[in-house]
């Protein structure tokens, strides 16, 4: 365990020094480096913790993007109040869903299907909102990008990686603290076997909505900040099912449940596709899709030799703990 | 908006509806047998969308021609693909074998990308043009015999499983897996043929597909949901309930798109598939499980 | 007044009668047995008292309140903890952190749950392999980590469902002497199912004997090995005890 903490003191110290050695493109690669990794971890509370397999988690992200961006585009509120009616949005929502879900039982694949619905009908939703701009997206405006503006969330490229940065750790301190608590436990526990939870006394479907209604929350976060990080917002591309995808490539590859997974995944994922591009950009082979057609590759390969992720094997030649 | 453009639109949507069903029914019996969630369901079908081009582009093969060795050919794959590649995923977590299969997704859709172009690309026959006549009702000829094949594919399917050895043996492999190991079977192998012919069915409906729409490689997912969408209105498992969920949904996304934005037909069907989770989670045919 | 008592509980699966009027006592302190032929109905029993399923028709009392129709999570609450006849274990986890989930019901931290957790493995002589993963157990000791889940949670009354079978005679002993010293030592009320004659004739003060759903005799071990109807139907002619 001494190790492990060694280590995470050195990995949380090279992160905060990155800005000092790396610049534009670099540190926006970073911070989405560090986008993935929180957006997986807030997937894998619902996944790896409680055994609910989202594959609609764009939909929080997409609400919570357009809860603050609207407020924001209409009424210039900043995003600090937005954050908590985004918050709001999305909890009510997956508590919805989960509701629907748990209440009739519905689980594995047809929650999972539950979900893409959910996202799917969603996305045509607001591509017929006029209010939120319709299919042709909504664009924020940007006030200024040189000096730290905290409170109405503008800034250089280095405020947001910071901000991500802050973000992935408060992610990791709070699953790690969830981890070893009473919730952590239960949700393992139903995880493994629902029915022997219940009859240990644990209301499996309170539990479960709790780790709903955190994912969720978390994901809202990660909305907001899209929507003043890009600042442009558009229906088919924020609740596509592809960025569904794209959140849960992370754990899946890093481990899913464990609490290093999602942001090793995450690194190795977004360093892999932005390698990829390079090597093809050289070789001259700059077709659309052949780069998703490497990524696929690389995807398959993973899962099929290394079906729990890479840290958990990584962990063990390392000799740390978790 | 007089009374036979609806009927018009209808039977049209019915038609179609036949062809998806068609696929639907091979989505449902490979989860049916297999209990494997094919992801990558619609990039199937949009691969035997672009073998028909292919095939008619370079040898002027009529669809209905071309569907024979374009079906042969998706059996085999199929069967590889399970014997080899999805075989060892069948007692792996469920979102182990999603990703498996969403990542052959990927791959097939950008591989199209990268050959096709994201251009639109149909075939043109002439039949296409022609229509029956029922005084105002009208029948497209190519949507006829379209949906003519659907069903003649589906009764095939039906009777194999119902009547033929391998395919009762194939019912018992699903029913109790472990049973029909211990009585023999060889349960890997009718896994690998199930998905065989699943593939086939998608191959058939995506040779029907091209002569009603064109084809472009953004459709594969946009039809992987549809097909989950069919089975489970229609329900899982049952064979007559993948074609009536087809039907249903054809018929529903082509009033929709008549009476309700276009764009917006997509939407009654997820409306429905969140309805029918909720209400009758095993669909309008299925069992319970 | 019992600390369970059970009146004309009768459960059918689809139109196939599982228990029918059964009714019977299990007073505080006391160690009891239902025996009975394969499919007589006692885990199903087991499951309405533990809130698995709501029975059909019947009524079920806990230290005087009412417990048909809770959920079995609330069953446990009450203070009714039960092992399971196909055992179902949390695989992936290690042997203590199975028995910690059961801890938490009571225990206020992870830390207090860990410390009972312990004493309780100690107790059901799986201590040495308390950081094991659940999923690389014996059957024996899979059982004995149900019974050792099910006590942290504290019950007053456990249900324990063929918990010795599998086991060999010296580890049957074992458990008989554990089972007996939580009865003695801490007054827990025991009911279990059993097929090993021997754990029930070492252990139960009271029988209950099952058959196609219905009780066909109460009473003492010494007055159900003579009882010609229990003979007929499950013990035979010669029972060796």
């Given at each position: 365990m001494k190790r492990a903490t060694l280590g995470l003191a050195i990995l949380a110290a090279l992160l905060v020094l990155l800005p000092a050695v790396v610049r534009g493109y670099a540190l926006s690669v970073a911070t989405l480096i560090l986008y993935f990794a929180y957006t997986g971890q807030a997937w894998n509370v619902m996944?790896?913790?409680?055994?609910q397999l989202s594959l609609g988690h764009s939909l929080y992200v997409g609400v919570g993007a357009y809860a603050a961006g609207a407020l924001f585009f209409h009424y210039g509120i900043g995003p600090w109040a937005g954050l908590w009616v985004a918050i709001l949005l999305c909890v009510l929502l997956g508590l919805l869903i989960g509701f629907l879900a748990f209440r009739f039982g519905i689980s594995g694949v047809y929650f999972a299907l539950l979900t893409i619905a959910f996202a799917e009908f969603t996305r045509i939703g607001f591509d017929h909102l006029d209010w939120t701009g319709g299919p042709g997206g909504m664009f924020l405006r940007v006030a200024?990008?040189?000096?730290?503006?905290l409170a109405h969330f503008?800034?250089?490229p280095l405020m947001y990686y910071y901000t991500m940065l802050f973000l992935t750790a408060g992610a990791f301190v709070l699953c790690s603290f969830l981890l070893k608590s009473k919730a952590g436990y239960y949700w393992l526990a139903i995880r493994e076997n629902e029915e022997a939870a219940q009859a240990l006394g644990i209301n499996t479907f309170r539990w479960k909505m709790l780790a709903v209604a955190i994912s969720s929350a978390m994901t809202a976060i990660a909305g907001v900040f899209f929507a003043f990080y890009y600042n442009n917002l558009f229906p088919e591309q924020i609740f596509h099912i592809s960025r569904s995808i794209e959140i849960i490539l992370g754990p899946i590859i890093?481990?899913?449940?464990?609490?290093?997974g999602p942001i090793l995944g995450a690194a190795v994922l977004t360093l892999l596709s932005d390698g990829i591009t390079e090597l093809l950009a050289a070789l001259g082979w700059?077709?659309?899709?052949i780069k998703q057609v490497f990524y696929g590759v690389v995807l398959l390969v993973v899962i099929v030799f290394l079906p729990h992720g890479i840290w958990p094997g990584l962990a063990r030649k390392l000799g740390l703990d978790r | 908006m007089t009374w036979h453009l609806v009927v018009n639109v209808a039977i049209a949507g019915l038609l179609t509806g036949l062809v998806y069903g068609l696929m639907a029914l091979g989505l449902s019996v490979i989860f049916g047998v297999v209990?494997?969630?094919?992801?990558a369901h619609g990039e199937m079908m949009t691969i035997a969308m672009y073998a028909t081009v292919t095939l008619f582009a370079v040898w002027q093969l009529d669809p209905f021609v071309a569907v024979v060795p374009i079906a042969a050919a998706f059996f085999v794959f199929g069967y590889l693909m399970q014997a080899?590649?999805?075989?060892?995923?069948?007692?792996?977590?469920e979102h182990s074998q999603f990703m498996l299969l969403v990542a052959v997704a990927i791959i097939m859709v950008n591989g199209l990308m990268v050959s096709f172009g994201p251009d639109a690309r149909n075939v043109q026959v002439d039949y296409q043009l022609e229509s029956y006549a029922i005084g105002p009702i009208l029948f497209d000829k190519a949507r006829l015999l379209a949906a003519g094949m659907a069903l003649a594919a589906s009764a095939a399917l039906f009777a194999f499983f119902r009547f033929s050895l391998t395919g009762k043996a194939i019912r018992a492999c699903a029913d109790n897996w472990l049973g029909a190991k211990v009585v023999g079977l060889d349960v890997k192998h009718l896994y690998a043929l199930t998905f065989g012919l699943g593939s086939a069915c998608v191959a058939v409906a995506g040779s029907m597909m091209i002569l009603l729409v064109d084809v472009t490689p953004v459709l594969g997912p946009a039809y992987t949901l549809l097909a989950f969408v069919i089975v489970i209105v229609g329900g899982m498992g049952s064979m007559a309930g993948a074609l009536l969920g087809g039907v249903l949904i054809g018929l529903s996304e082509a009033l929709a798109g008549l009476f309700i934005q276009p764009s917006a037909k997509s939407m009654i069907s997820f409306g429905l598939l969140i309805l029918v989770l909720l209400v009758?989670?095993?669909?309008?045919l299925g069992k319970k499980a | 007044m019992a600390l369970l008592e059970v009146r004309g509980l009768s459960k059918s699966f689809r139109g196939l009668?599982?228990?029918?009027d059964a009714s019977f006592d299990v007073p505080q302190g006391t160690i009891n047995a239902l025996i009975g032929p394969?499919?007589?109905g006692k885990t199903t029993i087991f499951n309405v008292i533990a809130g698995v399923y709501p029975a059909d028709a019947g009524a079920i009392h806990f230290e005087g309140k009412a417990?048909?129709?809770?959920?079995a999570d609330q069953v446990c609450a009450a203070g009714i903890g039960r092992t399971f006849q196909i055992v179902k274990p949390f695989?992936?986890?290690s042997v203590l952190d199975n028995v910690v989930v059961g801890g938490l019901?009571?225990?206020?931290?992870a830390a207090a749950a860990r410390r009972i957790s312990l004493d309780i493995l100690e107790k059901l002589h799986l201590g040495p392999k308390r950081?094991?993963?659940?999923?690389?157990?014996t059957l024996p000791d899979r059982k004995r980590l149900e019974a050792a889940r099910a006590l942290a949670t504290r019950p007053k009354l456990l249900l324990l469902d063929?918990?010795?079978?599998?086991?060999?005679p010296t580890e049957c002993d074992q458990m008989i002497e554990v089972f007996r010293g939580l009865n003695r030592g801490e007054g827990l009320t025991i009911l279990l199912i059993e097929h090993v004659m021997r754990a029930v004739m070492a252990l139960a003060q009271h029988i209950g004997v099952l058959h196609h759903g219905e009780v066909i005799a109460r009473g003492t071990p010494e007055q159900i090995v003579r009882d010609p109807a229990v003979l007929e139907c499950y013990l035979g002619e010669e029972t060796e005890v």
């Open positions: 996944m790896g913790f409680a055994g200024q990008r040189d000096a730290w503006d503008r800034g250089p890093g481990g899913v449940g464990t609490l290093f700059e077709m659309p899709g | 209990r494997v969630v094919n992801f080899g590649i999805i075989n060892p995923f069948i007692t792996r977590p009758r989670p095993q669909g309008l | 009668r599982a228990v029918h394969n499919g007589a417990i048909h129709g809770l959920r695989a992936g986890l019901l009571r225990e206020r931290s950081d094991l993963p659940a999923s690389s157990l063929e918990v010795m079978a599998g086991l060999r």
